[in-house]
């Protein structure tokens, strides 16, 4: 594959949804606030993927890729040179000829109960009330909470499912807080829920920069802008789901943080789909060390699963 020219405008790949086209803005301007191009450089090419024509449920053997793979494809076919993606949808083994090599900044990282009636915390949701979510991890987290509540399957992007919320589809929906403070949305209702209390997805809240390996111009342009704490928290989390071999579609979250220079804290937690059954794990290493200690996360998550919850039907 070609090497980038110089002499061509740098052309970031994104999907073509209101937020992940924000997100490309965001590593736009990061670009140019470096001194790296100038904004008259820099194209944005948005390119439809798979999921985005999706209504339907999507089960556990679709995976990541229907949101990843067209802009990646776009990337080995050297029709762009640089894919933004949000980490938690990037596949834990990447394209040949692909890496990772930065994130941004981490945004917040927290998930956020999104309602059309203010509430100050999950207690006050009505009994029997119906909340909207196509993540697992949501659902077994919000089920072990409150059993109470009915989930029902809920698809569509940032926009989508706000206006379900507000045509009274259901009571109550959840957000990443990163997209929400991204797009500077301030409808409904929103409560975000502390870290502690609801362990994010992995790579919540990132925004993952993936290039061609033999690129060099653009891992050097992603090395200027990667902000190194949250790439390697980005790193360790996904080495557990390495490990695991999971998905988005099983109810596993795992967050990994910086507690000081040199201390990285990484929490994990793996459950049935009812949230019955939760297993959490918790580790503090050094940043040299951490990856490894995912490594060993993964394993016991994977050791638990197979000896705990392999009949529970857990990807269904």
Do not use: W
Not at 111 to 133: R, S, Y
Not at 165 to 192: H, Q, S, W
Not at 242 to 264: D, M, T
Request: charged content about 30%.
């Amino acid at each position: 594959m070609p090497k980038s020219d110089s002499n061509k405008k740098l052309r970031i790949g994104t999907r073509a949804t209101k937020l992940a086209i924000k997100q490309a803005e965001i590593l736009s301007q990061e670009i140019i606030n470096k001194g790296i191009e100038k904004k008259d450089n820099i194209e944005i090419i948005t390119i439809k993927s798979s999921g985005d024509y999706v209504s339907a449920s999507i089960g556990p053997y679709d995976g990541k890729l229907l949101f990843t793979k067209e802009i990646d494809q776009a990337l080995i076919d050297n029709r762009i040179d640089i894919a933004a993606h949000s980490v938690k949808d990037i596949e834990s083994n990447l394209f040949d000829g692909l890496e990772l090599y930065g994130v941004l900044e981490r945004e917040d990282p927290r998930d956020a109960l999104i309602t059309a009636n203010k509430i100050k915390n999950i207690e006050d949701l009505p009994q029997n009330c119906l909340l909207g979510t196509s993540s697992p991890r949501r659902e077994a987290i919000i089920r072990s909470i409150r059993n109470d509540i009915r989930v029902i399957e809920y698809r569509g992007n940032f926009e989508t499912r706000i206006k379900k919320l507000i045509n009274n589809e259901v009571d109550a929906t959840f957000l990443a807080m990163a997209g929400i403070k991204r797009l500077g949305y301030e409808g409904c209702y929103i409560l975000p829920i502390d870290t502690n209390k609801f362990l994010p997805a992995a790579g919540q809240g990132a925004i993952g920069l993936i290039a061609r390996k033999d690129d060099e111009i653009m891992k050097d342009v992603i090395e200027k802008i990667n902000h190194q704490k949250s790439y390697i928290s980005i790193l360790a989390e996904r080495k557990v789901l390495e490990k695991f071999g999971g998905s988005c579609y099983q109810p596993i979250a795992i967050f990994s943080r910086f507690l000081n220079e040199n201390e990285v804290s990484i929490d994990a937690m793996i459950s049935n789909k009812s949230g019955s059954k939760n297993f959490y794990l918790s580790k503090i290493g050094s940043k040299s060390s951490i990856i490894n200690i995912a490594g060993d996360i993964g394993q016991k998550l994977l050791e638990y699963y197979n000896k705990s919850l392999s009949n529970d039907s857990i990807k269904s």
